[in-house]
């Protein structure tokens, strides 16, 4: 049974910073691209960042780059999110997810992806 369980979120003012990590399991976690994606207020879920299966490659949405940083240890199955200079329209909740095929490297669509947990929330307040 794949898993992936959020943890981390929480509440900060606008300029600060959070992260967030999910643990993965039910798959071999080595083999996957890993992805963050967000769900703001009456919004559709949108990509945030990708991490390769080794942790050799990253991509970015336009909307963080430079302020968020994914990373991932594949001895411990976790992947990582690093929030800084976290802006209002930040506040979402955040999933995890294995890209559905193994070492498929840089999509950012949605429906590529699978496996979501249950989501941790962010708010940044302005």
């Known amino acids: 049974q794949v898993q992936l369980v959020e943890s981390g979120g929480g509440s900060v003012q606008a300029g600060g910073s959070l992260s967030v990590s999910c643990v993965a399991s039910?798959?071999?976690?080595?083999?996957?691209?890993m992805g963050w994606f967000r769900q703001g207020p009456e919004k559709e879920r949108e990509f945030v960042a990708c991490?390769?299966?080794?942790?050799?490659?990253?991509h970015y949405a336009d909307s963080v780059k430079g302020r968020f940083t994914i990373s991932r240890d594949n001895g411990a199955n976790t992947v990582s999110l690093q929030m800084n200079n976290l802006k209002s329209e930040d506040t979402a909740v955040y999933y995890c997810?294995?890209?559905?095929?193994?070492?498929?490297?840089?999509?950012?669509?949605?429906?590529?992806?699978?496996?979501w947990g249950q989501g941790t929330q962010v708010t940044v307040s302005s």
């Open positions: 997810a294995f890209d559905q095929m193994p070492h498929r490297w840089g999509s950012s669509r949605v429906a590529d992806y699978g496996d």
């Open positions: 991490i390769s299966w080794n942790g050799d490659l990253t």
């Open positions: 039910g798959r071999p976690f080595y083999q996957y691209t």
